[in-house]
């Protein structure tokens, strides 16, 4: 069963830190562009960072820049997302995302709840 299971998240005070993991089973990650979204509460989804396949290459949106970094390792299957110095506006429920380099296929983790707060 193709499956993307998130972890990690957790209530953190501002300036603290975080890694989020997502392991991917019924599937090679070696052959999917790895993403993490966040949706807050009122807001659309948005894509946080990505890494391509062979995880030469990443993007970040502005404001996690610096703070932020995705990692993966494809022989374990496993994506990360390193998260520090983090700020109240980065409280979401951050999801996993997979997007096959060929074709259209995609497939997403279930969540896992990030909250800053003091």
């Known amino acids: 069963q193709v499956q993307l299971v998130e972890s990690g998240g957790g209530l953190v005070q501002p300036g603290g830190s975080l890694r989020l993991s997502c392991a991917a089973y019924?599937?090679?990650?070696?052959?999917?562009?790895m993403s993490w979204y966040r949706q807050a509460p009122g807001k659309e989804r948005e894509e946080v960072a990505s890494i391509i396949n062979t995880g030469g290459s990443t993007n970040y949106r502005d404001s996690v820049k610096g703070r932020f970094t995705i990692s993966r390792d494809n022989g374990k299957n496993a994506v990360y997302l390193q998260m520090n110095s983090l700020k109240p506006e980065d409280t979401a429920v951050y999801y996993c995302?997979?997007?096959?380099?060929?074709?259209?296929?995609?497939?997403w983790g279930q969540g896992t709840q990030v909250t800053i707060s003091s």
């Open positions: 019924g599937f090679s990650i070696s052959l999917y562009a």
């Open positions: 995302n997979a997007r096959r380099v060929s074709g259209s296929l995609t497939h």
